[in-house]
């Protein structure tokens, strides 16, 4: 079987539609007005995916990997997407909480992120910490907050492999 074939095969056998869990990680936004999260939930069910629920947190670790695990001990929940929080900047604590919680990290999420990044904004692509891996059979993925880079990352990464992601990940649980 080629390396092609095999890819669409577990593609054919994942669960084409899942459940996720949205958090927005932010010291400001409220769900009034944090426009990131509602992209993410409003590409999630174009997809044809069922967004469980959507929270705000603040950029503290306890916070962040609190609603982590809230949303990952959820029977129905298949992935969890976070936006914020993933630059340079002091209060950018999304991959300090979600690192040491991964028990496998995805590599190529971060990478290709970054490679697609660099293609429309050049060398700033480098100052995004974006990450993904799981936890507890769970897909979970750190996006940067602009809209821009989570159209990017969902579009171009996430929704045409979160079916499939979901599908191995929960063999390990």
Do not use: W
Request: charged fraction near 20%; glycine fraction near 8%.
């Amino acid at each position: 079987m080629s390396e092609a074939s095999s890819v669409s095969g577990h593609r054919h056998h994942a669960q084409q539609r899942l459940c996720a869990v949205v958090i927005t990680v932010s010291d400001t936004r409220t769900l009034a007005d944090d426009s990131g999260g509602a992209l993410v939930v409003a590409l999630l069910e174009g997809a044809g995916h069922r967004v469980a629920d959507r929270s705000i947190v603040p950029d503290e670790v306890d916070a962040i990997r609190a609603a982590v695990d809230v949303a990952v001990m959820r029977n129905d929940v298949q992935a969890v997407l976070l936006t914020g929080g993933t630059g340079i900047a002091v209060r950018d604590v999304t991959p300090e909480a979600l690192e040491p919680i991964l028990d496998r990290v995805i590599p190529g999420f971060g990478e290709l992120f970054r490679t697609l990044s660099y293609q429309e904004i050049g060398s700033a692509a480098l100052l995004s910490r974006a990450l993904a891996g799981t936890v507890r059979g769970r897909v979970v993925a750190a996006l940067p907050g602009s809209r821009a880079a989570i159209r990017l990352a969902l579009e171009k990464l996430l929704l045409p492999e979160l079916p499939h992601l979901a599908a191995e990940a929960a063999k390990g649980a």
